[in-house]
């Protein structure tokens, strides 16, 4: 085979496809083609440039075919080391992987013990402070309770005393009143006595009429520093009711 042959046979290599130069081989034993199908020697065919010069069917870098034919055709003593060397490799990773997975399981264990005692601190903690804000609560309710009740006492006995306070003026301002009528009354019987008695008119009628009445009319120290108003019967009345207490109800 001269240098032209060659050079055809290698182009009408490089244009197979992959699948016919890449065999799977299988248990290290590659097939040889037989005599028939071995290549034909090609046709002469010029490689030049020119327009009806032929090109080859799909463009192949010579580094992928020389770095693809030589795998397919490896020796059983280089598959037997490269599988040893993975296997050792395997084990390797495995050791690390299992260890990982001790470590990886010890780290969980230690992370759910810490999460849940600090879980369960906190827990006790909000319901210590739970009880403590019922019983708070509990205690403030209590106190406002009493303290409503005795404001409602409070509030009954100043209805109370303010009741018996407008009746008692009342009362004394009626008094009063009746006690300047009955001293005018003495007064004028005092006069007509006067006037009426000679040396037959009796001696306790005398005595009447010469009675001084400002000893009866004499003012308490209290009641001279408090100048108080005349007796008012109109559009005065006493709390009957709750409902009424402090409330002036005037009379048409």
């Given at each position: 085979?001269?240098?032209?042959?060659?050079?055809?046979?290698?182009?009408?290599?490089?244009?197979?496809?992959?699948?016919?130069?890449?065999?799977?081989?299988?248990?290290?034993?590659?097939?040889?083609?037989?005599?028939s199908q071995k290549m034909k020697k090609p046709r002469f065919v010029p490689w030049e440039p020119y327009k009806a010069a032929p090109s080859a069917d799909r463009f192949v870098s010579v580094g992928m075919c020389l770095t693809r034919i030589p795998t397919s055709m490896l020796s059983e003593d280089c598959q037997s080391e490269q599988i040893l060397a993975l296997k050792k490799e395997l084990g390797e990773v495995k050791s690390q992987l299992e260890l990982e997975r001790k470590l990886n399981a010890e780290l969980k264990r230690l992370m759910v013990a810490t999460i849940s005692d600090e879980l369960q601190g906190q827990v006790q903690a909000l319901t210590e402070d739970k009880i403590r804000l019922a019983h708070r609560v509990q205690e403030f309710s209590e106190k406002l309770t009493r303290e409503d009740e005795e404001v409602d006492h409070l509030k009954i006995d100043r209805d109370v005393w303010k009741s018996k306070f407008l009746a008692q003026s009342i009362r004394t301002d009626e008094l009063t009143y009746r006690a300047e009528v009955l001293i005018g009354m003495l007064r004028e019987a005092q006069r007509i006595v006067r006037s009426v008695s000679n040396s037959t008119t009796n001696t306790d009628a005398k005595r009447f009429a010469s009675l001084d009445l400002k000893t009866l009319i004499s003012r308490s120290p209290c009641e001279e520093r408090l100048q108080r108003n005349g007796p008012n019967y109109e559009n005065v009345t006493i709390a009957c009711c709750p409902n009424c207490s402090g409330r002036e109800i005037l009379l048409l």
């Open positions: 085979m001269d240098l032209i042959d060659l050079y055809h046979a290698y182009d009408h290599q490089v244009a197979f496809n992959d699948g016919d130069l890449l065999k799977p081989v299988e248990n290290g034993v590659i097939d040889v083609p037989k005599e």
